[in-house]
């Protein structure tokens, strides 16, 4: 059924016996569903106090081994759109996450995540860490650490609001000319936003804006911008509408590399940037 959703746990036993199997016997998936479901990254192998994703389907089990399976029809269903590299600096790497691709898998599976794009299509091969995220109908560049020195290095960086990060946002409505800086605080928490008018499209109606933020708060350009009545095209969640397809895109990061001390600029490649709104 399109609409099957089955969360299993269930412990392995006394004796061993692969994991596809042990499945098998206790939900009324056939081995070719759960194989798949395995491979994207919906199966958990809980063993002792360490709790990983399990995809090889012909794992043997130990006796205590604990399986959590998290099985949605409809997310297994999904596809992945095709990520983009934009830079390999080796410990790291700069992509271009397109829209509806998540920055991160959760417990229901990985394989329509970024990082899980970047495990199966970067070479040589490496492991891939998330440092900051995009909202998933958002895009634009996304920057993956390979390894956990990396990954602890450029989140701190990140959160120590040492990366500039540049936006490109087409809004509803005529925004002002001027250079206008948004200091609402969200969730009780501070967060700066900046903005500047490059474009209006007097046909639609639309404004094209940049803006760079200091802080990463949830939604913080979609919620700051909604807050002064120009909504950002496509932006079902604040927008109060009916809209699809987010007009946000992440064009522009800038730091100084934690790990070799060079300063780092990577743009947005043109023929991956959403187009203009007009002059």
């Known amino acids: 059924m399109a609409d099957t959703q089955i969360e299993l746990h269930v412990e392995a036993g006394t004796g061993e016996i692969k994991a596809v199997d042990i499945l098998a016997r206790h939900c009324g998936l056939s081995r070719g569903q759960l194989k798949k479901a395995m491979k994207n ?13 399990l995809r ?14 998290y099985y949605d029809a409809r997310i297994q269903q999904q596809t992945p759109t095709k990520a983009v590299l934009v830079a390999d600096e080796g410990d790291y790497s700069v992509w271009f996450k397109p829209p509806g691709m998540y920055s991160q898998g959760s417990k229901w599976g990985d ?14 091969q490496r492991n891939a860490f998330i440092v900051h995220r995009l909202d998933r109908a958002a895009s634009g560049l996304m920057l993956l650490a390979h390894t956990r020195v ?20 087409k809004v509803r409505g005529r925004f002002c ?13 501070s967060a700066c936003s900046r903005v500047v008018r490059l474009a209006y499209d007097e046909d639609r109606g639309q404004s094209l804006l940049e803006v760079d933020i200091e802080t990463g708060r949830k939604h913080q350009i979609r919620r700051h911008l909604a807050g002064m009545g120009f909504p950002v095209v496509g932006d079902r969640l604040y927008g109060g509408g009916k809209e699809d397809d987010l007009q946000l895109q992440s064009v522009y990061l800038a730091f100084d590399c934690p790990l070799k001390g060079q300063r780092r600029e990577y743009h947005l490649p ?6 203009p709104s007009g002059g």
């Open 41 to 53: 990254g919906a199966l958990w192998l809980e063993r002792g106090k360490r709790v990983q994703r």
């Open 56 to 69: 090889r389907a012909d794992r043997m089990l130990r006796p205590g081994d604990v399986l959590h399976l």
């Open 111 to 124: 394989h329509c995540s970024l990082p899980r794009w970047v495990e199966q299509h970067l070479k040589p």
């Open 150 to 169: 990396a990954a602890a290095k450029l989140s701190g960086l990140f959160r120590d609001r040492g990366v500039t990060k540049r936006y490109r946002v």
């Open 177 to 189: 000319s001027e250079t206008v800086f948004i200091d609402t605080p969200l969730d009780g928490r």
């Open 270 to 275: 043109e023929h991956l940037q959403a187009g």
